[in-house]
Nanobody, 123 residues
């Protein structure tokens, strides 16, 4: 069973930066790509970015392209989300997830989920 543990959330002022981490206990056929899904209060969990372990192919939601960067460290089985120029509307619980497929952006295509890490951006 794949276990994902997120860390790095916290409180930051608008315009600031945070780096989230997601550590996987193993990589299997069910973890071909890794994604980040923020869930803001009262809203659905939405796709933000994904990356493949092999090749490092990335995919981003248009809303964060240029501000957020997803990366991975294969040796540590860890995926990162560097968030710059943060806005109050970025406030959400950020979930890490694993998918057996490449290029997917819907929740149903990701089978393993972490517990989430809270990001709060103050104005």
């Amino acid at each position: 069973q794949v276990q994902l543990v997120e860390s790095g959330g916290g409180l930051v002022q608008a315009g600031g930066s945070l780096r989230l981490s997601c550590a996987a206990n193993r990589r299997t056929v069910s973890t071909v790509s890794m994604g980040w899904f923020p869930q803001a209060p009262g809203k659905e969990r939405e796709f933000l970015a994904s990356i493949t372990w092999i090749g490092g192919n990335t995919n981003y939601a248009d809303s964060v392209r240029g501000r957020f960067t997803i990366s991975r460290d294969n040796a540590k089985n860890t995926v990162y989300l560097q968030m710059n120029s943060l806005k109050p509307e970025d406030t959400a619980v950020y979930y890490c997830a694993a998918s057996p497929w490449v290029g997917k952006t819907t929740r149903a295509d990701f089978g393993s989920w972490g517990q989430g890490t809270q990001v709060t951006v103050s104005s």
